[in-house]
């Protein structure tokens, strides 16, 4: 996620953002349009070898970006460290991200938290892959409170509780986690559709930049995957200021609120959860996601039932 542009305060809780929303979601005002949107539903073209990076927020979009760029240019760090994420791979249904995309040449990686229902209508009728990063709902909730926090693009939340409460009625700029999820994940079965969840990238990374470049038809040797997995450290990424955020000016970035690149792990909700939190958490994630008949590394924390099996 790449904040732009922003008011001049500094995020004072007096001051509402006012949301642009398009399609009954909302979006951060500062880099998104309602023309920037329609424009990338209704009218982006998209290209047969384009390759989209989309996540809903929190979910590790900026390393999904940091692995797709190595992978792109073969392991050879230079591009990760001296042109910026959001250059490299354009949020194309923002203002600047939209200008970008459409002047980038052959072959084209870029990024959106786009739902399903407003991604570009083009797509369906191309071979453009599309990779899907998904993370524990219960993570991604944490670490979107304190970005939140941070990005002036974005309301103060008043609590982490009624954050919580706003993650799980959909009420939060990006929309539903759950309707996000399980629009996208209709695709599950498309050639040209992969996903695959932060959990199994923080597990065996090696392993997953290796099924990444199968997918997108890349011949990486050992060495260059191994440099890809180097150059993706959290360590490594925090270290370069082309994707830590450290060069945004704290009127758009407060990093002494926190880190834009917070921790990194998973679980970290645990620390934050209360037990009541966490059973009404969990008795409505298994009521929204019923049925979607797909198995994510956090589901044997949802139902007491699946932890025999």
Known sequence: MVCRAAAPNSHPSTMPVHYVTYK???????????HSLSFAHNE???RDDDVFNI?????????????????????????NQTVLNSDRMPWFSTRLGLEAALSYPSPRLLTCH??????PKSF???????????????DVVVSYFYFCKMCNSYEDPV???QFLRDFLSGELPHGSWFEHVRGWMQMKDRENFFFITYEELKQDLQ????????????NLDDDAISSVVQNASFTAMRQNPMCSSILLPADIMDQTKGQFLRKGICGDWKNHFTVAQSETFNRIYLEKMQGLDV??????????DLTEQ
């Open 24 to 34: 009954g979601i909302k979006f951060p005002p500062a880099y998104n349009s309602v």
């Open 44 to 46: 982006f073209l998209v």
């Open 55 to 79: 996540t809903y927020p929190k979910s590790g979009t900026v390393w999904m970006t940091e692995i797709l760029s190595l992978i792109r240019s073969h392991g050879h760090p230079s591009w």
């Open 114 to 119: 786009l739902p399903r229902h407003i991604f």
């Open 124 to 138: 369906s009728h191309s071979t453009a892959k599309v990779i899907y990063t998904l993370r524990d709902p219960r």
């Open 159 to 161: 609590s982490f509780e």
């Open 207 to 218: 392993g997953s930049v290796r099924r990444l470049c199968h997918f997108l038809g890349q």
């Open 295 to 304: 198995a994510f590394p956090w589901d044997r924390d949802q139902d007491p």
